[in-house]
C-alpha cells in the first residue's frame, strides 16, 4: 500500500489526474497556555491538543478561496472566535 501526502501537489500526480480534486487551506494556532495542561483532545468545532513540548495545536480553518502557504489573518481571528 501506498500513501501520497502530497497536499496541494497532489493536483499534479499522475495517478490521480482523472480525480475533480478540490484543495482545502487549513490554517492552525501554535498557542502558549502555562496555565493549562491536559491529556485530553477537544474537538468541538475547533480542536486543540497540547504537545509533548507544552504547546498547544488549535484549528483548523477551510479556506477553499485561498491555496498559499502564508498564515491567514482571517483564519487566526475564526480560530480565535471559537476557542
Excluded at 474537538?43 to 491538543?49: A, E, H, P, R, T
Excluded at 504537545?51 to 491555496?67: E, L, R, S
Aim: hydrophobic share 40%.
Amino acid at each position: 500500500r501506498i500513501v501520497f501526502c502530497e497536499g496541494i501537489y497532489g493536483q499534479q500526480n499522475p495517478f490521480f489526474s482523472f480525480l475533480p480534486l478540490q484543495f482545502v487551506k487549513g490554517d492552525i494556532l501554535t498557542l502558549d497556555i502555562p496555565e493549562l495542561s491536559m491529556q485530553i483532545i477537544v474537538n468541538q468545532g475547533v480542536y486543540l491538543f497540547q504537545m509533548p513540548d507544552g504547546t498547544f495545536k488549535a484549528g483548523a480553518t477551510y479556506d477553499m478561496q485561498h491555496n498559499d502557504w502564508q498564515p491567514g489573518e482571517s483564519g487566526r481571528q475564526e480560530l480565535v472566535q471559537k476557542l
